[in-house]
């Protein structure tokens, strides 16, 4: 049997109203929406379910200032952005990703990268993903944002825009500059490689 | 630099489709543990309060006995110090017994 669909509005009016069991039930619903947005920003040094704490807290929090006008996966997003952002923020070392720092299967994607043209295998993608994040970690914040978001969560420029809340035209320059930086990480560190 | 640019373009493709599990649930007791922060928090919020609204009362009172009492001591502090016998009358009037 189907559950029954979820009515969004009325457990916020609940919530706004002080019911405990449709703040569960919110916390519920938007679970997998903050993990997933909390997972692709995570600094460092934070634990996962501590973030998501931190965005729940400022959801119910701010709840109040919910207008309605925007869908709330919308005003979430934004919420669980801005949290990351800020903790981001606070991690002020950059390290260098060396070439010794990569595991075996991070080294081999690099490898496959320069001795193949085309797509890595699927197998590859968890040892990819490892290798984008520790790249990242050597750019500020709003580059490893705006990175995240356009080429590893597949969001347009229209979504980045919502959620950040920049402009398209600073969207854009943002995303250059931030690919330029990545892509001199990158190079470097094959560089390194090829030694 | 073209080759570059195709090698991050590959990486990044094959990094954004990497399965990653996201749960529908979240972990037991996490909706408590939120709420229960919350709870703190706003209550921490609230002494916080209490404490301003504490020290601004006090403030306000303490502005208002100074003004009392340089209003109360107003004449003693405008009133000119008096000629030179009326200063030699009262010097002369105090250290007699």
Request: with cysteine; charged share 25%; proline share 4%.
């Amino acid at each position: 049997m189907d559950e029954p669909s979820f009515d969004m509005e009325a457990c916020i009016a609940l919530v706004r109203q002080g019911d405990q069991l449709a703040s569960h039930d919110l916390v519920r619903q938007l679970y997998p929406l903050v993990l997933k947005l909390v997972r692709a920003h995570l600094p460092r040094r934070t634990s996962e379910e501590d973030l998501c704490q931190m965005v729940f807290i400022k959801i119910f929090a701010n709840i109040g200032q919910y207008s309605g006008n925007v869908p709330i996966g919308h005003w979430v997003s934004r919420i669980a952005v801005n949290t990351c952002f800020n903790q981001l923020k606070a991690e002020k070392i950059r390290p260098e990703l060396r070439w010794a720092d990569l595991s075996e299967d991070e080294a081999g994607v690099l490898q496959a990268l320069n001795e193949t043209s085309g797509d890595l295998h699927p197998a590859e993608s968890m040892a990819s993903r490892e290798v984008v994040g520790m790249l990242l970690a050597e750019l500020n914040v709003q580059d490893r944002l705006v990175i995240n978001l356009l080429y590893l969560d597949g969001c347009s420029m229209q979504e980045v825009r919502q959620i950040t809340g920049w402009n398209i035209a600073l969207v854009k320059v943002r995303a250059f500059r931030a690919r330029q930086r990545l892509k001199s990480a990158f190079n470097k560190l094959m560089m390194e490689g090829r030694l | 630099m073209k080759e570059i640019d195709d090698r991050l373009r590959r990486l990044l493709k094959s990094a954004a489709t990497s399965p990653r599990e996201i749960p529908d649930e979240p972990p037991f007791g996490f909706a408590t543990r939120v709420l229960a922060s919350l709870h703190i928090d706003s209550s921490a919020d609230e002494e916080a309060l209490f404490i301003e609204v504490l020290f601004r009362r006090a403030l306000a009172c303490g502005v208002a006995v100074m003004l009392l009492t340089v209003a109360a001591s107003y004449h003693t502090l405008t009133a000119s110090a008096g000629t030179e016998e009326e200063i030699a009358n009262s010097a002369i009037e105090t250290s007699l017994p």
